[in-house]
């Protein structure tokens, strides 16, 4: 199948794999890319730039197929070395780069100067309209359905493909909600040119993550994400768990006067006690409501696979023979 996103990015086939904190790493980039997709691997999860060079070096070792770096770019007393992380990135090879999180503009000229494509993750047209006005080469449309950060607007993707496909002239993909090949061709209809996924990715084989996790995903339904942190204006949809009930009862007990050092005990430090440890109770961690789509643990290959061969038959079998 070829889209402009294939075309961008050299791929096979329009799929994405999602930056994720304890996830994104070489056993996962490595195996989506081997699949035909874009592999990412998660910068921020490696504690240094270093550590991240020797992260990139080893999926280098595991795939000769493209694969990417995510680097968010977040609000913090005491940031991250992003001029050190950008460098492992660039002197790593490495061509394609997944931003999100602060507006990019400020590392856009030197990505592009090494040769790197750059593809922002927004979860509004405006903000995809800013990301585009300031160079980057694609976009990630992330609608209300998506785990982890869907923003403050709650405009769900068949309002906010079609929206970005009437704005935007850079290829962009669909974001939140994706799991299958209906889930593909619906997005190609609404406009994109691929599709990310990010939670249905977690439950395959390779994803590096305990057990535990992926048995929580395949046994969700639709109805068992929550909103938190949105009287902090940082909303995230997480997984119900029993320390998400305890930060939603803080926030229902202190209202406005709530402060992230309130909640700490429940969104500082998670991911490697949840994705490496199993304990699914630790915290609050992100999860979309596509996870009522997901009732298997494939290996990558199977799931791509699969993917394509459904969506090839939507639309030459079903959506042809209506046609007819």
């Not at 504690?47 to 992260?55: G, H, I, K, N």
Request: with cysteine; glycine share 10%; charged share 20%.
């Amino acid at each position: 199948m070829k889209t402009r996103i294939t075309e961008l990015f050299g791929i096979e086939h329009p799929i994405i794999q999602g930056g994720m904190h304890y996830v994104g790493l070489a056993e996962l980039a490595a195996a989506v890319s081997n699949a035909g997709g874009l592999g990412i691997l998660t910068a921020l999860t490696q504690p240094t730039p270093q550590a991240l060079a020797s992260e990139i070096e080893r999926c280098r070792s595991m795939t000769d197929k493209p694969f990417g770096v995510n680097l968010t770019f977040l609000p913090a007393r005491n940031p991250p070395d992003y001029p050190g992380y950008i460098r492992a990135i660039v002197d790593g090879g490495v061509r394609i780069v997944e931003t999100a999180g602060n507006n990019p503009q400020k590392w856009v000229g030197h990505l592009h100067e090494a040769g790197i494509k750059i593809i922002h993750k927004c979860t509004s047209v405006r903000h995809a309209l800013k990301a585009q006005s300031i160079g980057c080469d694609a976009i990630s449309v992330d609608g209300f359905e998506c785990g982890g950060h869907p923003g403050e607007d709650d405009v769900p993707n068949f309002i906010l493909l079609p929206r970005a496909a009437d704005e935007l002239k850079i290829p962009f993909v669909a974001s939140g909600g994706m799991a299958d090949g209906r889930s593909l061709v619906a997005a190609l209809a609404l406009g994109a040119d691929g599709m990310n996924m990010g939670t249905r990715f977690i439950a395959t084989q390779e994803a590096p993550v305990h057990e535990n996790v992926k048995r929580a995903i395949v046994e969700a339904s639709e109805l068992d994400t929550r909103l938190v942190m949105r009287p902090l204006r940082n909303t995230e949809r997480v997984l119900n768990n029993a320390a998400v009930q305890r930060l939603l009862e803080k926030e229902r007990r202190l209202g406005a006067d709530i402060g992230f050092a309130d909640i700490i005990d429940e969104v500082g430090g998670v991911y490697p006690r949840v994705m490496q440890d199993g304990d699914l109770d630790a915290g609050a961690w992100s999860c979309g409501m596509v996870a009522g789509l997901v009732d298997d643990v494939p290996t990558v290959k199977e799931l791509i696979d699969r993917i394509m061969q459904q969506a090839e038959s939507i639309v030459s079998k079903r959506l042809a023979g209506m046609l007819g």
